[in-house]
């Protein structure tokens, strides 16, 4: 069965650079969800979007935005970056039906973010 | 307040033993999910299994079984006859039906010794 993609799977910056993770959802999924987890923590949601529409927002820095295009996939962008942005920073899709009956949420690999 | 509490944050065991991971969870929705979902050291988070707030039934599947029980909050996850594939971080959380938002406990390594 296919799976959530991210790409890449690392990825290395420097102080003050720029970096955009890409996500491509699970088919038929409807809603992302992106989350960053620093070492030895657990997932902290930064946004999410349904049908293309910002759903909720979490702790997303003022720096990231993100956004859901036409094909469902999604976007993180990040904007001067700092040395505490280094993380684990995962996708995760999901299929809200009709009713708004959420799905179970289903991670992709993540990309591994070190910013030095 | 919605909170996920796993007391344990580390559980060493030698293969073959059986080991109980606690979830604790509070919330005052009446409807909401409940997840275990486990982390190997490769890093990416597989989902194990999703109850919801009306399903208190336990569920076996192979040698994972999980045991829901509302009058005390908990949703506890059991491995039984561990093998050293199961060592990972194992996370519970929750999921209220009203914002979609997954609560996380803090995790549980477990460590499964050969």
């Known amino acids: 069965a296919a799976g959530v993609i991210q790409s890449p799977r690392h990825l290395i910056k420097e102080k003050r650079e720029t970096a955009t993770l890409k996500c491509y959802p699970i088919?038929?999924?409807?809603?992302v969800y992106w989350y960053q987890q620093g070492p030895g923590q657990d997932p902290q949601f930064l946004i999410s979007?349904?049908?293309?529409?910002?759903?909720d927002k979490g702790s997303i820095p003022d720096r990231f935005s993100a956004q859901q295009f036409s094909d469902y996939h999604s976007e993180l962008n990040m904007s001067s970056l700092e040395l505490g942005d280094s993380a684990l920073y995962f996708c995760?899709?999901?299929?809200?039906?009709?009713?708004?009956?959420?799905?179970?949420?289903?991670f992709g690999p993540g990309t591994r973010l070190t910013v030095l | 307040a919605q909170k996920v509490t796993q007391a344990q944050t580390e559980i060493s065991v030698v293969e073959k033993e059986d080991v109980t991971l606690d979830c604790v969870y509070e919330t005052r929705d009446t409807t909401y999910y409940l997840f275990w979902y486990k982390q190997p050291p490769s890093g990416e988070l597989v989902f194990l299994i999703r109850r919801n707030s009306f399903d208190e039934q336990n569920e076996i599947s192979g040698r994972y079984s999980w045991n829901f029980q509302k009058s005390t909050s908990s949703f506890n996850f059991t491995i039984t006859a561990s093998q050293v594939v199961d060592s990972a971080v194992y996370f519970c959380?929750?999921?209220?039906?009203?914002?979609?938002?997954?609560?996380w406990g803090a995790g549980t390594k477990l460590i499964i010794k050969p």
């Open positions: 995760a899709s999901s299929y809200r039906t009709s009713g708004g009956d959420t799905d179970t949420q289903y």
């Open positions: 979007f349904y049908e293309k529409m910002q759903s």
């Open positions: 959380a929750l999921l209220l039906y009203s914002n979609y938002q997954l609560i």
């Open positions: 088919p038929r999924h409807d809603t």
